[in-house]
Each structure stands twice: as C-alpha cells, then as structure tokens.
C-alpha cells in the first residue's frame, strides 16, 4: 500500500490514519487541519464560555495549515515545491476564498510554479476549523 509517514512536527492526526502515505514517487497527505503542533489548539479560533466557536480568522488558520502541511513534507522528505495538487475545504466560501486566496498567493506568488488547486464549499469539517488541505506531491529520486 505504500509506506505511511508520521510527522512528528505537524499535530497529531484526529483520526487513526498516518500524516501521508509515499505510494512510487507521489505522496498523499492527509487532510490538513490549522492546529498547533504543540498544544494541539485550533489557531485563530475564539471561543464562548460554553466552547461554542465565536469567532474565527480565516488567515491565522490558513497560514497554520500551510506551515503544517509543510512539516509532514519536511518528515517524508519531500519540498514545498514537490506539491503538485491541492484541494482546499471552506466551510465559509462567501466569507473566506478572497483572504485565504491572498495568503494562497504569499505561499505560491509565481502561478507558474504553483500547484493545481481545487477549492471547495462545504458545510463543515470533524473538528470546527474553517478551512482543510488535502495535497499531493510527486516526489524526486
């Protein structure tokens, strides 16, 4: 099935499955999350009394998943550069796609370079973040 990977630096998975999984020379990561790799906190979300989330900041959150996608990267041996596809899950399209297409852009400032995306509404995801990555890179020798 292909040899699963665990990053240490990236936050643990909310699920039985490993970080990513190198299949030949293409690496499927897992769904990506904004939490902190050190408390496990969601970044950027603010909370009511009862744990209901009050607010949220869409950049904060896409900037954490960019830096954790980045670190089970880092753990496969793999480079920001070797991504080669991505989709993107927003549970607030309306709200969200313009700021986190402008953090998009400060990772991937060149569209020459940057990987295919796909960038889907959805209603929501297991944990409440705002936004979710799911990539795949193809690696080198």
């Given at each position: 099935?292909?040899?699963?990977?665990?990053?240490?630096?990236?936050?643990?998975?909310?699920?039985?499955?490993?970080?990513?999984?190198?299949?030949?020379?293409?690496?499927?990561?897992?769904?990506?999350?904004p939490r902190d790799p050190a408390t496990n906190a969601i970044v950027?979300?603010?909370?009511?009394?009862?744990?209901?989330?009050?607010?949220?900041?869409?950049?904060?959150?896409?900037?954490?998943?960019?830096?954790?996608?980045?670190?089970?990267?880092?753990?496969?041996?793999?480079?920001?550069?070797?991504?080669?596809?991505?989709?993107?899950?927003?549970?607030?399209?309306?709200?969200?796609?313009?700021?986190?297409?402008?953090?998009?852009?400060?990772?991937?400032?060149?569209?020459?370079?940057?990987?295919?995306?796909?960038?889907?509404?959805?209603?929501?995801?297991?944990?409440?973040?705002?936004?979710?990555?799911?990539?795949?890179?193809?690696?080198?020798?």
């Open positions: 099935m292909g040899d699963a990977v665990h990053a240490a630096a990236a936050p643990k998975a909310v699920g039985s499955y490993p970080h990513a999984r190198r299949v030949g020379q293409l690496l499927f990561l897992s769904g990506i999350g950027g979300n603010e909370y009511f009394a009862d744990g209901r989330v009050r607010r949220y900041d869409i950049e904060a959150q896409a900037r954490a998943v960019f830096a954790n996608v980045r670190a089970v990267l880092d753990a496969s041996g793999a480079r920001w550069e070797d991504l080669v596809d991505v989709t993107v899950y927003l549970t607030d399209m309306a709200r969200d796609f313009k700021a986190y297409n402008a953090v998009w852009a400060e990772f991937f400032p060149d569209p020459a370079n940057a990987p295919c995306r796909t960038t889907l509404g959805i209603t929501a995801l297991p944990t409440p973040i705002a936004i979710e990555l799911k990539c795949i890179a193809a690696l080198k020798d």
